[in-house]
């Protein structure tokens, strides 16, 4: 069977540029957040296996010892990841609710795209019934002349 052109519904993001800046910034905001909480869970693995050493940098240095200082800092870089990560988090949560507003805005410009195609295809679908219904009709006159010509040898 011969196929008409290829026929392609437009996706919400490319019918609406409004719904489609929001998905994108949206995805760029989750790709931040993946790596900022892959970077906060390294450095949380990494002041396990080194803890900082009991004693100040001051201290140590007193008793002719140093002391690493990126391990004392190494908490404060956590919070401050830790702390993107919320707000990213935050973020997002409120972009997810601006592409559930913008949605019905959205598949509204998806079905003005596709109206003429639809209607094009439910005018074939009537167009075929029709001609089903037809033959059905002649179907039916052929069996009631068959019935009315042959009543005893009629046959289903």
Known sequence: MATK?????PTLAEADTEY?????????????????HREAEEIRADILARPAPRMRSGVAELLGGTVDTALLQRPTQLKEKRGRVADLEEAIEILRRNLADRRGHASAAVCSAVRKEYGKRVAAICTALDAVDAARRDA???????????????CH
């Open 5 to 9: 052109s290829e026929f392609r519904v």
């Open 20 to 36: 489609a800046a929001i998905e994108s910034r949206m995805a760029d905001l989750m790709s931040q957040h993946s790596q900022t």
């Open 140 to 154: 039916e006159l052929l069996l009631d002349d068959r019935k009315r010509d042959f009543p005893r040898t009629f």
